[in-house]
C-alpha cells in the first residue's frame, strides 16, 4: 500500500523580490520510497521546489505562500528548519560548499555532534558509512583535496549519517567526468535500495539519470507541472525538446532514423529497447579534419603544489589557429591545472610560444590579452555586485569609452541570455546563471584563444545551445576554441580534436569520434561512449557513420 510523504496541494510561492509567483498551482504527490528525478530548464522552479522541502524556503529566502505542503503528514512550513531537516538531507550540486570539517571524518561527523553522540557512537557509525562509500583510506584527508567524486561521497556519508526518510539531491553530476558521473547515479539507486529512503534528484543531465531506473519523472516549467508520470511515458512526447531538456542521445538519433516511437516499450533504457529488424542505410563514415598551423606550441610542461606530487608531468601539445579543441579525462587529471598554466595563473617549467614567439616570460595581463580563460567555479570570478558591472569590469580596466562598453557589454548579454537580468544584482541568480555572467565577462574582451573550464555545466538545452552557437560564431571568425569538459556529447558535436589527460599526462591526441573508438582509453581516463555508440552496437552499424548521421540531422557540424 503506498503512503504519501510529500503533498503539494494547490502549491503558490512569490519570492518577496518578485512580482510573479515563482511556483503556480502545484499539485503533486510523491510516495515514500520512490525514486523520483525533477527536471526542467533554468529558472522553471526546480531548484525553489527542492528549497521549499529542505527549508532554506522560508527559513533564509522568504515569500508569500498558498496552498500546502506536507512532509510525512505535518504542514512544512511550520516545522523548524532543524526539524525539517530530520526530515530531509541535502546534497549540494556543489559539495565544497558543504563541507564543515577539517577532514572528512569530522565533516561526516557534524550532524552527529550537533545531535550530542557519544564518541563511541560516533566512531562507530563514521566506520560504517566510510566503508559502505569507499572512504574509509580518507577520513583523515581535506575534503577539499579530494577528486569530485570523492566529494560527492562524502557529502553523501555526511546526510545519510543521519538517517533521514528524504534524500534530495540538488544537480550532483554537474562537475562530475563521465565515469564518476556513472558511479554517483549507481551509488545513489544502492543507498536508495537499501535504505528505502525517498529519494529526489534535481539534475539537467537527465540520459545520466536514467543509466539506473528512477519511478518517475516530473517536467517542470514556467513554475508549473508539465510531466508527472514514467520515464517511458515523457521519452514518447515533444516535452523535453518543447521545454529545453536534452533527451538520450539514442531517443533523438531513432526519431532522425524515422522510427516511431510510441510503438516502442521501455523506451528509457537502450539495453531492453525492441528494436525489432530496424536495419538503416547509412552513408559511409567521411574523412576526419586535418591539422592546421601551430597557434600555441606548449613543450614539456612540469608543475608541483608538493615536490614529491607533479600534477603535470612533462606535457608537450600544439593548439592550432581557429580549431574547436576539447580537453576531457577524469577528475584530478590536471586538466584545469594545464588551462591555469597556458593563462599564467600559475609558473610553471616548460617552454610556451605564441606564434612562434616565446611567451614563458609573459606577465598575466599580457597572457590575457592572448588568452582568456573562464573557471569551472563562477564564484571563483565574480568580484562586481551588479551583472553589468562584473561583464563591464576588464573592459573598463582598459579604459575603454563607457559608450562602447555598454554596447558589447548588451551585445555579449544577449549571446548569454542575460540580457533582460542586466540590471539585476548577481546574487539573485542560479549557480548556471552566474556561469553564463562569468561566460560573458572573459568573451566580451575578445580574445584570440578563449579557454573554457566545464563551459555548460549546469545548463539546460537552450542555453548550452545559446553557448555553443556563440562560441562556434566565435569560431568562424577566426577564434580558437579551447574547451575542458565532461560533456562527452559536446566533445562530439562541438570539437574537431580531442585531448585526453589523465594524471598529469596526454593519453590520445585525436578526433573525438576516434576517441569513442579506443574502450581501453575511455577507461582509463574516466569517459564512456556516448549512447549512439551502444545504439550503433544494437543495429550492427558503424558507429562513426551513425555519429556523422547525428550530427548532420542535428544541424550540421556546427561550424
Not at 106 to 121: M, R, T, V, W
Amino acid at each position: 500500500m503506498t503512503h504519501p510523504i510529500i503533498t503539494f496541494n494547490h502549491f503558490t510561492f512569490k519570492y518577496e523580490v518578485q512580482a510573479e509567483p515563482t511556483l503556480k498551482e502545484l499539485n503533486l504527490t510523491i510516495e515514500k520510497g520512490q525514486k523520483v528525478l525533477i527536471v526542467g530548464p533554468s529558472g522553471s522552479g526546480k531548484s525553489t521546489i527542492g528549497q521549499c522541502l529542505n527549508g532554506i524556503i522560508p527559513n533564509i529566502h522568504r515569500g508569500e505562500v498558498s496552498g500546502s505542503l506536507m512532509i510525512d503528514g505535518q504542514e512544512a512550513f511550520d516545522l523548524s528548519i532543524h526539524d525539517k531537516s530530520q526530515l530531509v538531507s541535502t546534497v549540494l550540486q556543489d559539495p565544497d560548499g558543504q563541507f564543515i570539517g577539517l577532514t572528512v571524518a569530522e565533516d561526516i561527523a557534524f550532524s552527529l555532534e550537533n545531535d550530542g553522540e557519544s564518541l563511541s557512537e560516533m566512531r562507530e557509525k563514521i566506520n560504517l558509512w566510510a566503508d559502505r562509500l569507499e572512504l574509509s583510506d580518507f577520513l583523515d584527508h581535506r575534503p577539499q583535496d579530494l577528486s569530485g567524486g570523492q566529494k560527492q561521497r562524502v557529502s553523501l556519508a555526511g546526510v545519510l549519517i543521519n538517517e533521514s526518510p528524504i534524500l534530495l539531491f540538488d544537480e550532483p553530476l554537474a562537475n562530475l567526468d563521465p565515469k564518476s558521473g556513472q558511479d554517483t547515479i549507481d551509488l545513489i539507486d544502492r543507498i536508495h535500495e537499501q535504505t528505502g529512503a525517498t529519494t529526489i534528484i534535481i539534475e539537467h543531465r537527465l540520459e545520466d539519470v536514467l543509466y539506473r531506473p528512477v519511478d518517475k519523472i516530473i517536467l517542470i516549467n514556467d513554475g508549473r507541472i508539465l510531466f508527472d508520470g514514467h520515464p517511458d511515458d515523457l521519452l514518447k512526447t515533444a516535452l523535453l525538446v518543447e521545454n529545453g531538456i536534452r533527451e538520450p542521445l539514442y531517443v533523438t538519433t531513432l526519431k532522425h532514423l524515422g522510427l516511431d516511437l510510441t510503438s516502442l516499450a521501455g523506451l528509457s533504457s537502450l539495453d531492453k529497447l525492441d528494436l525489432g529488424d530496424l536495419k538503416p542505410e547509412l552513408a559511409p563514415a567521411g574523412a576526419l579534419p586535418l591539422a592546421q598551423e601551430p597557434l600555441l606550441e606548449v613543450e614539456n610542461l612540469t608543475f608541483a603544489y608538493r615536490e614529491d606530487e607533479p600534477i603535470l608531468k612533462g606535457v608537450s601539445l600544439e593548439i592550432h589557429a581557429g580549431e574547436r579543441l576539447a580537453i576531457v579525462g577524469k577528475n584530478g587529471a590536471g586538466k584545469s591545472t594545464l588551462a591555469k598554466a597556458l593563462t599564467k595563473f600559475i609558473d610553471v617549467a616548460g617552454q610556451l610560444r605564441y606564434k612562434g614567439q616565446d611567451i614563458a616570460s609573459d606577465s598575466i595581463k599580457e597572457r590575457a590579452e592572448r588568452i582568456g580563460f573562464v573557471l569551472q567555479n563562477p564564484n571563483q570570478m565574480i568580484s562586481q555586485t551588479m551583472i553589468f558591472d562584473e561583464v563591464a569590469l576588464g573592459l573598463r580596466l582598459r579604459g575603454v569609452a563607457e559608450d562602447e562598453v555598454e554596447e558589447r557589454v548588451h551585445e555579449v548579454l544577449k549571446t548569454c541570455g542575460l540580457y533582460e537580468f542586466r540590471t539585476w544584482p548577481i546574487s539573485a541568480l542560479s549557480f548556471g546563471q552566474k556561469k553564463r555572467v562569468t561566460i560573458a565577462s572573459i568573451l566580451v574582451l575578445n580574445p584570440e584563444i578563449i579557454i573554457l573550464d566545464e563551459p555548460t555545466a549546469g545548463q539546460d538545452k537552450d542555453h548550452y545551445t545559446d553557448i555553443m552557437t556563440f562560441l562556434d560564431d566565435l569560431h568562424k571568425q577566426g577564434h580558437t576554441i579551447v574547451m575542458i569538459t565532461h560533456d562527452m556529447q559536446l566533445m562530439m558535436e562541438y570539437s574537431d580534436r580531442c585531448i585526453v589527460v589523465a594524471d598529469g599526462q596526454i593519453l590520445a591526441d585525436a578526433s573525438p569520434l576516434e576517441i569513442f573508438g579506443q574502450e581501453e582509453l575511455l577507461a582509463q581516463a574516466n569517459l564512456k561512449k556516448t549512447s549512439i555508440y551502444d545504439l550503433a552496437e544494437r543495429l550492427s552499424l558503424d558507429p562513426v557513420a551513425l555519429t556523422q548521421f547525428y550530427i548532420a540531422a542535428e544541424g550540421g557540424t556546427h561550424g
